[in-house]
Each structure stands twice: as C-alpha cells, then as structure tokens.
C-alpha cells in the first residue's frame, strides 16, 4: 500500500489528493478487517480461529519462501 501510494505521488502532481485517498482506503480496510472479524469471533471458537490463522501463516511463509508467491 505504501509502495502504490509513493508511486501515485510521483506520478499525479497532488500530494494532497492521494494523501486522502490513501488515509480514506486505509480507513476502510481497517474498519472492514474489525467487522469482519468480530463477526468471525460470534460465528468460531476464539481457539480455532488462532490456530487456523496460525497454520495459514506458517503456509504462506513457506510458500513465499519457496517461491511459489
């Protein structure tokens, strides 16, 4: 996100106006990552919600570390 921002900065000559952009769409993506995941939390158990993220990092991991990603 950061990257495409910096990139959207250089390329259109207002700051200002991706400044916004980029707090607003931060804004969103945070406010819809906490939604859905109390949502997550009323529907599954607290215990497999942490191991089924913890085994979706570790699998990502190896597959960007083997290059698949």
């Not at 910096?6 to 969103?28: E, N, R």
């Amino acid at each position: 996100t950061q990257l495409a921002v910096l990139s959207l900065a250089g390329k259109h000559g207002s700051p200002w106006s991706v400044f916004v952009g980029g707090a607003l769409a931060l804004t969103g993506v945070t406010a819809l990552g906490v939604v859905g995941g109390q949502g997550l939390c009323r529907l599954i158990p607290d215990r497999i919600l942490l191991w089924s993220s913890a085994i979706a990092f570790v699998v990502m991991g190896v597959l960007m570390a083997g290059g698949v990603l």
